[in-house]
């Protein structure tokens, strides 16, 4: 099967939107008698948005292909920079599952850090391309996913599990994720079908 660059771009959101929202699941559940759960969904949402991030630089390889711009090099840098940010943040939470500690905290911190420059990139690309309506949704989506990773690399920090703080801003920043993917999404499929 030969899929092309819109169809790996429209496949790679949709796993993007089922791993934000995993992922925000994840990071809204609180408690003690949880035995992991959220950290599980949290892993699992990052391995799933390493995937759909994956697909999208793919498809924008595919397009560049057809294009000859210099902002789908942005567009694919930093799909492939959010896609190793997840899997930091995967590894991570799947260590700190067994083994929490002080350092993979960090490690994870940082993996949220590379998926907002990424996104930041990705934003960036899409700023410098064409302006239309749906290429300023894609914008505002990848503008939200970079602002909620740091978000969550601020949260992770916080080393009380129960603070408030902690709370707030883990939450905030995955469902502010898994209102970017969305609009991304939307954009991609509108566009797909144009």
Not at 95 to 122: D, H
């Amino acid at each position: 099967m030969y899929l092309r660059g819109e169809e790996y771009l429209s496949f790679g959101s949709y796993f993007l939107v089922l791993g934000t929202l995993i992922s925000a699941i994840g990071e809204t559940m609180q408690g003690s008698d949880l035995k992991n759960i959220n950290k599980k969904l949290i892993r699992d949402g990052n391995a799933v948005q390493a995937l759909g991030n994956s697909l999208q630089g793919f498809g924008r390889i595919r397009l560049t292909e057809k294009i000859e711009e210099d902002s789908h090099l942005y567009g694919i840098i930093g799909c492939f920079m959010q896609a190793g940010g997840n899997t930091i943040n995967s590894a991570a939470s799947n260590i700190e599952i067994e083994n929490p500690s002080p350092a993979i905290t960090r490690f994870n911190s940082v993996g949220s850090s590379v998926q907002s420059m990424g996104a930041a990139l990705e934003a960036a690309g899409e700023a410098n391309r064409e302006s239309d309506h749906l290429n300023n949704l894609e914008v505002l989506g990848s503008s939200l996913i970079s602002v909620a990773a740091m978000l969550d690399s601020a949260g992770i920090l916080i080393r009380d599990e129960m603070s408030i703080q902690k709370r707030l801003l883990l939450a905030t920043g995955g469902w502010l994720e898994f209102i970017g993917a969305s609009i991304g999404a939307y954009a991609i499929s509108k566009r797909g079908t144009a």
